[in-house]
C-alpha cells in the first residue's frame, strides 16, 4: 500500500531561554523522526504527556515549525513536500490536511451558531461561490457526523461533550479533507461518549475514504480502534509496527511498560503506573 503521508528524520526543535556561548540550547520536541502513514490506515501514536506527539502532528499539518527533515504528502492529486510549500500550495494543502481537537468545549466559539461554527472553513478559505452551495455542503457534512439538522441554528453551550465534539468534526471534514490528524480527539469525553466518537471516526473513515493519524496517550483506545501504532517517546518514536504485531511482541522495553499498564491486557498489573527505566 503507498503512504499518503511520509515523514523522514522529521525535527522540531524550540529555542531554549538565552544563548551565550556556542550553540543555543533547544528542547528536542520532535528528533529525527521518520513515520508512513498508508492510505486509508488508521495510525496510532501513543506515548505520555510531552512525549512530542501534538508536535509531530502539527508539524505534519504545518501548524508546528519543522526545523529539518521532511514531510511528503501525496493523494495522487497533488505530490507535496509540506515544508516547501508556496502560498497557493498551503492553502490547497490545508483544505487536504486537517485538525480535530482534544477539547470540544474551548474549540467551539460560544457566539457562533453551530451552522456558522462548521462553515468557517469554507468561508475562511474561500471555497464556495454562494452562501447556498456553503449552506449544502455544512448540512451534507453534518449529516455524515450524524449531528441533527435543526441544531444547526443552535449555538454550541446547548450541547453535550459528545455533541461538541461531532461539530468539531464536521469542521474539520467541511472542506473534504482525505488526512485528518485527531489529537486526543475522545480524551475529554466519558468512556460511553468515547466509544460514539470512536465509532463515528472509523465509519467516516470507510465513507469519506480518510487516513487518520490518531493521537491518544492511551494505549487501550489506540489498540481497540488503530491498524498501526507508532510508540513515540521524548521526542523519538521508539518502534512502529501494525497493532497487533506490535501488541504480540513489544520490540521496545517503553512499549512494554505502556502496555503492561493496559488493566485488560494484564489483569495484574491494573494499579502499575507506566514506568520507564532506560537503562533496562
Ligand atoms: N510552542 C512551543 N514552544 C516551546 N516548547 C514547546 C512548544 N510546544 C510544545 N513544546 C514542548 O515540546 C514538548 C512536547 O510537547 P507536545 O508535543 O505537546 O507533547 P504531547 O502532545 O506528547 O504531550 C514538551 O516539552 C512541550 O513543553
Ligand atoms: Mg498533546
Known amino acids: 500500500m503507498?503512504?499518503?503521508?511520509t515523514v523522514t528524520n522529521l525535527s522540531t526543535h524550540y529555542p531554549l531561554g538565552q544563548r551565550f556561548f556556542g550553540e543555543a540550547p533547544v528542547l528536542k520536541a520532535v528528533d529525527q523522526v521518520s513515520l508512513d502513514i498508508p492510505k486509508g490506515s488508521f495510525v496510532g501514536l501513543v506515548g505520555e504527556s510531552g512525549s512530542g506527539k501534538t508536535t509531530l502532528g502539527r508539524a505534519i499539518l504545518r501548524a508546528?515549525?519543522?526545523?529539518?527533515?521532511?514531510?511528503?504528502?501525496?493523494?495522487?492529486?497533488?505530490?507535496?513536500?509540506?515544508g516547501a510549500l508556496d502560498k497557493a500550495q498551503l492553502k490547497d494543502y490545508?483544505?487536504?490536511?486537517?485538525?480535530?481537537?482534544?477539547?470540544?468545549y474551548a474549540a467551539l466559539s460560544p457566539r457562533m451558531t453551530v451552522r456558522d461554527i462548521i462553515a468557517e472553513p469554507l468561508e475562511v478559505m474561500k471555497l464556495t461561490k454562494s452562501r447556498e452551495e456553503?449552506?449544502?455542503?455544512?448540512?451534507?457534512?453534518?449529516?455524515?457526523?450524524?449531528?441533527?439538522?435543526?441544531?444547526?441554528?443552535?449555538?454550541?453551550?446547548?450541547?453535550?461533550?459528545?455533541?461538541?465534539?461531532?461539530?468539531?468534526?464536521?469542521?474539520?471534514?467541511?472542506?473534504g479533507p482525505k488526512f485528518v490528524v485527531a489529537d486526543e480527539a475522545v480524551a475529554a469525553l466519558d468512556v460511553s461518549?468515547?466509544?460514539?466518537?470512536l465509532n463515528l471516526l472509523k465509519s467516516l473513515q470507510n465513507e469519506l475514504d480518510l487516513t487518520f493519524?490518531?493521537?491518544?496517550?492511551?494505549?487501550?483506545?489506540?489498540?481497540?480502534?488503530c491498524d498501526h501504532v507508532a510508540v513515540m517517546y521524548h521526542g523519538?518514536?521508539?518502534?512502529?509496527?501494525?497493532?497487533r504485531a506490535l501488541f504480540a511482541n513489544p520490540q521496545h522495553a517503553y512499549t512494554r511498560s505502556l502496555l503492561s499498564a493496559i488493566p485488560s491486557l494484564d489483569p495484574d498489573d491494573r494499579h502499575r503506573a507506566v514506568v520507564y527505566d532506560p537503562t533496562a
Do not use: W
Open 94 to 104: 490545508r483544505t487536504r490536511a486537517q485538525l480535530i481537537f482534544q477539547d470540544p
Open 134 to 175: 456553503t449552506d449544502e455542503r455544512v448540512r451534507e457534512i453534518a449529516a455524515k457526523c450524524r449531528l441533527n439538522l435543526e441544531h444547526l441554528r443552535r449555538f454550541p453551550h446547548a450541547f453535550s461533550g459528545g455533541q461538541r465534539q461531532r461539530i468539531s468534526i464536521a469542521r474539520a471534514l467541511v472542506t
Open 213 to 225: 493519524l490518531f493521537i491518544s496517550h492511551d494505549l487501550s483506545v489506540v489498540a481497540h480502534v
Open 193 to 197: 461518549i468515547q466509544a460514539d466518537i
Open 64 to 82: 508546528a515549525p519543522i526545523s529539518s527533515g521532511t514531510v511528503r504528502y501525496n493523494d495522487g492529486e497533488v505530490d507535496y513536500d509540506v
Open 236 to 243: 523519538v518514536i521508539m518502534e512502529q509496527n501494525e497493532t
Open 2 to 5: 503507498s503512504n499518503l503521508v
